[in-house]
């Protein structure tokens, strides 16, 4: 099992960035791939980029393309999202996710993919 506690939430001018980290626990951090998702107000849950165990693979929503990077050091048990260009609208709770699986390359999307959770980060984009 693996917990996983999120930092680097906060306001951010539209248009400005911030970088989000999630340390897991685990000692077996390698065995897991990793997720980010957002929560706005009335909205549901949704996908914001996913990696691989091994780091090589990586998928994100449509939408964030080109503007989000996520990336993960071993060393440190932590994953992050580098995000620019942000918008109002982009407002949420950040989620940090993790699922134990034997496929290196693998990522996924779905937020019933993913067993273990954070707490999540607030992040607001306003002026």
């Known amino acids: 099992q693996v917990q996983l506690v999120e930092s680097g939430g906060g306001l951010v001018q539209p248009g400005g960035s911030l970088r989000l980290s999630c340390a897991a626990s685990?000692?077996?951090?390698?065995?897991?791939?990793m997720g980010w998702f957002r929560q706005a107000p009335g909205k549901e849950r949704e996908f914001v980029a996913s990696?691989?165990?091994?780091?090589?693979?990586?998928s994100y929503a449509d939408s964030l393309k080109g503007r989000f990077t996520i990336s993960r050091v071993y060393a440190k048990n932590t994953v992050d999202l580098q995000m620019n260009s942000l918008k109002p609208e982009e407002t949420a709770v950040y989620y940090c996710?993790?699922?134990?699986?034997?496929?290196?390359?693998?990522?996924?999307?779905?937020?019933?993919?993913?067993?273990?959770w954070g707490q999540g980060t607030q992040v607001t984009v306003s002026t």
């Open positions: 990696i691989s165990r091994s780091g090589g693979s990586t």
């Open positions: 996710a993790a699922r134990r699986t034997p496929r290196v390359r693998a990522t996924a999307s779905g937020a019933d993919d993913y067993p273990y």
């Open positions: 685990a000692d077996t951090f390698g065995t897991y791939a």
